[in-house]
């Protein structure tokens, strides 16, 4: 489903979706184009639960946004003295 | 201020300001191989519990694959003598790397002339004492 598509059919909340459609901006934007579209989330501390926990491929977005544009980075990268290390 | 340097890593503290809320986080790393500043949500759970829809959602890649973070402005931060208001900071699910609650990085430490002092495990801005640069 195009996100336009989706923004008329569920105006202003919360919407889990799977990425179908994607194409980079640059190298560090990636504009997706395509959902399939899980479920609505009414509540913003679902939504913000849901964000953190939602499986590889899917996210959670706020129809207000016209276009789904989203930074790339990479994770952060912390190597810690093991604790069996001297 | 004092760096705690312990498990290898140097362990400092930040405050953020939001929502009329005064935040002290312990336990961020000082990283300057990090471009962005870095909060856990578990660190701010008490006081990030909604998905905002002016949030800026970030898709971070690497071992293990792909992971939200969100990018949401903050009244303002404060780390030793730098302070910025308001902050766009970066939240993300730090669960991988227990007991640390994020990542002081260069957005901080390059606007704020820090010098980390690795001999007594200081943080300060700029040169200051024996071997200051002249201008």
């Known amino acids: 489903m195009l996100w336009s598509e989706v923004r008329e059919l569920f105006p202003n909340q919360y919407v889990l979706v799977k990425e ?12 997706i184009e395509e959902v399939a579209l899980v ?11 849901e964000l953190f926990s939602a499986p590889a491929g899917h996210f959670v977005y706020h129809t207000s946004h016209p276009e789904i544009v989203i930074e790339l980075k990479t994770k952060p990268m912390v190597r810690r003295r093991s604790i069996h290390e001297n | ?7 290898g890593l140097l362990f400092t503290s930040i405050t ?11 336990d961020v790393v000082l990283d300057t191989g990090a471009v962005h500043s870095l909060i856990s949500i578990d660190a701010v759970d008490e006081w990030f519990q909604r998905y905002e829809p002016d949030d800026q959602l970030i ?12 990018r949401r402005r903050v009244e303002s931060v404060q780390f030793d003598t730098f302070s910025a208001q308001p ?6 699910s730090l669960r991988e790397h227990p007991g640390i609650n994020g990542l002081i990085g260069l ?5 704020g002339q820090f010098v980390i002092d690795l001999k007594h495990f200081e943080v300060h801005a700029r040169y200051r004492g024996i071997g200051e640069r002249s201008q």
């Open chain 2, 107 to 111: 957005d901080i430490l390059i606007p």
């Open chain 2, 87 to 92: 902050f766009d900071m970066d939240f993300a």
């Open chain 1, 39 to 49: 479920r609505t989330i009414s509540d913003p501390h679902q939504a913000w639960i």
């Open chain 1, 20 to 31: 179908l459609k994607s194409h980079y901006v640059g190298e560090h934007t990636l504009h």
């Open chain 2, 59 to 70: 898709f971070m890649h690497g071992l293990g694959g792909s992971e939200a973070a969100v």
């Open chain 2, 1 to 7: 201020m004092k760096i705690d340097y312990r498990d």
């Open chain 2, 16 to 26: 953020l300001v939001h929502g009329g809320h005064r935040i002290l986080i312990p």
